[in-house]
């Protein structure tokens, strides 16, 4: 099992900046891509970044430009710089890893952290 604990949420002023993180803990997994996604109220839950782990980045259109993901691999943590923020941008942002079990074949699974709330608002 991986656990993911995420770190970096909060309430800012529309154009403010935050930087999400998340640490993933395993000891029989080794994690291929980590991602961000968020779900605004009534909402379905999105992509918004995807981060190999060889380091190829996906983002949504909505964030490009204004988003950066990025990963240490020894920490097995991945990062999310937000800026130039939108209301728009309000909602529970959490974190994806996808990993395989060692001892199993190259199957892979999914793990979720709990979420953490960004808020954008004046």
């Known amino acids: 099992q991986v656990q993911l604990v995420e770190s970096g949420g909060g309430l800012v002023e529309p154009g403010g900046s935050l930087r999400l993180s998340c640490a993933a803990s395993?000891?029989?997994?080794?994690?291929?891509?980590m991602g961000w996604y968020r779900q605004a109220p009534g909402k379905q839950r999105d992509v918004v970044a995807t981060?190999?782990?060889?380091?190829?980045?996906n983002y949504a259109d909505s964030v490009k430009g204004r988003f950066a993901i990025s990963r240490d691999n020894a920490k097995n943590t991945v990062y999310l710089q937000m800026n130039s923020l939108k209301p728009e941008d309000t909602a529970v942002y959490y974190c994806n890893a996808a990993a395989v079990r060692r001892g199993l074949g190259p199957r892979l699974y999914d793990y979720w952290g709990q979420g953490t709330q960004v808020t954008v608002s004046s």
């Open positions: 981060i190999t782990d060889g380091g190829r980045t």
């Open positions: 395993g000891s029989s997994f080794s994690i291929n891509a």
